[in-house]
């Protein structure tokens, strides 16, 4: 795109509503942030969150599996992708079956769009894709405030070298947003999918509510071949009618947006926090977010122990919730014996442990 195209687009979107920063609706679109590590296998059996993040994989009924990755080969002026490699075939696709690569995005911060009114904006997203080979996909945007859902989507074509796509997606002037930290809208890129989806006949950049028609008629399935892999970055969404260059921020801007989802502890071979003896039995300590997270999170302790007055260790066997909310957690750390109440303890890693808080749409 010459620099006069992308002025006119970006005048074009500023006067539908865009604004000139902070215009990605999407969370780590340059797949920089991987909080979780880099690499997971065996993906399949369940939905979660596993490498990048922000970045969901939706598994619904399918015995394919993959691996997914954060790699260092994206194009031009992005160090970072995420890679999704089928390491186990699904040819035999039930009608309930699916494979979504997905990002949930809050209500609060969708209002811009004015959806649900006749003032109802349209949104373009836009990323980079490459392949192994030629393959055709569906991104879908997905909203489920006020009952119903609503749906409206586009195959777009993937190749074996780095091609920007870019959709745009009409205003929807049903069902308005709810203002708050759940989900309305879902990001939904559709790698692989049954009958229940595909069904029906599909049309691009049409908003609807009936399930069979939210994939395209002619969307490939990654688990067809052990051969397939998949790679994206530069995940944009924005309002307007162009995609406009994508928005570059500072590595510690987007590990801010990511951590309010999720955040860690991550430590070897280190003292991690203080806590405090509260029976012979389990340790409290008060840990506050450096930022505050969606809503309170759950939390899980993996290979930590506590070191108390004596020089001792004790394992803990578990973490209780005590008190939380967005700003800190209170929990309690829970071992066999040898505290004494009142007496400082530290929470203590001998080789690799984690302890996360978890915040996810």
Known sequence: MSKAAELAALIANVNKGSSLANKNFIINGSQNVAQRGTSSTGIGASSGYFTTDRMQIVSENTAGRLTMEQVADGPDGFANCTKLTCTTADTSIASNEALILNQNIEGQNLQSLKKGTSDAVPVTVSFYVKANASATYTIELKSGDGGSNRMNSHEFSVTTGW???????????????????????QFNLWLHAGSDYTGGTHTDNAWHTTNNQR?????TSFFDSTSRTFFITGIQMEIGEKATEFEHEPFET???????????ISRADN????????VQTSAVARYSFHVPMRTAPSITETNFGVMYASGSEEAITSVDDITQDEQFVS??????????????????????ATLTFDAEL
Do not use: C
């Not at 049903?174 to 708050?180: F, V």
């Open 215 to 219: 994939v395209g008629d002619s969307n």
């Open 331 to 352: 929990f309690r750390a829970n071992v066999s014996a040898n505290l004494t109440a009142g007496q400082a303890v530290v929470l203590y890693s001998n080789g690799a």
């Open 163 to 185: 091609t920007r796509i870019t959709k745009t997606f009409v205003g929807d002037t049903s069902q308005a947003l709810d203002d708050d930290n759940e989900t309305s809208i």
């Open 271 to 278: 003292n991690t926090a203080h806590l405090v003896g509260y």
């Open 254 to 264: 987007t590990l801010r947006k990511a951590s309010r989802y999720y955040t860690e």
